[in-house]
């Protein structure tokens, strides 16, 4: 089973999608029917929540409430490992140290910006981890 850090940016465009087959969407429906193992940590889900309920993107409660429980119950929860790395955005950190925390897995981090990220070969786009995963 792959594992796999989704970053927010993925999730918002997989919501915001027209077309069902975008890179995004796949990675998020492989994460919600249990192909991908989302890995998170407490401060990830405090940002998918934060992020998705914010009003310019006019979610459903209750759709981002039953994403963030698919993530949930579907994903392992591991500490951050930690790292000397620059970060612009320190939010972004969590991400990168819970899939650095996960490299015996051979996890990775699926973002839209690769750029916010230290150059990584676990860092991928979602087109990356669609061909990866197989998906």
Same mark, same amino acid.
């Given at each position: 089973?792959?594992?796999?850090?989704?970053?927010?940016?993925?999730?918002?465009?997989?919501? &915001?999608? @027209?077309?069902?087959? !975008?890179?995004?969407?796949?990675? /998020? %429906? #492989? *994460?919600?029917? $249990?192909?991908?193992?989302?890995?998170?940590?407490?401060?990830?889900?405090?940002?998918?929540?934060?992020? &998705?309920? @914010?009003?310019?993107? !006019?979610?459903?409660?209750?759709? /981002? %409430? #039953? *994403?963030?429980? $698919?993530?949930?119950?579907?994903?392992?929860?591991?500490?951050?490992?930690?790292?000397?790395?620059?970060?612009?955005?320190?939010?972004?950190?969590?991400?990168?140290?819970?899939?650095?925390? #996960?490299?015996?897995?051979?996890?990775?981090?699926?973002?839209?910006?690769?750029?916010?990220?230290?150059?990584?070969?676990?860092?991928?786009?979602?087109?990356?981890?669609?061909?990866?995963?197989?998906?």
């Amino acid at each position: 089973m792959i594992c796999a850090v989704i970053d927010t940016n993925v999730l918002v465009s997989a919501l &915001l999608a @027209r077309h069902p087959g !975008s890179n995004p969407v796949r990675v /998020v %429906e #492989a *994460v919600l029917d $249990g192909r991908v193992v989302p890995l998170h940590a407490p401060d990830i889900i405090d940002e998918y929540r934060d992020v &998705l309920s @914010r009003p310019e993107f !006019s979610f459903d409660p209750a759709l /981002v %409430e #039953a *994403v963030i429980a $698919g993530f949930l119950e579907n994903g392992r929860e591991l500490p951050p490992a930690p790292s000397a790395e620059y970060f612009p955005d320190p939010s972004d950190k969590v991400f990168y140290c819970v899939a650095l925390g #996960a490299q015996e897995d051979r996890a990775k981090l699926v973002t839209g910006n690769k750029q916010h990220y230290p150059a990584a070969d676990f860092v991928v786009t979602p087109a990356e981890f669609c061909t990866l995963a197989g998906l």
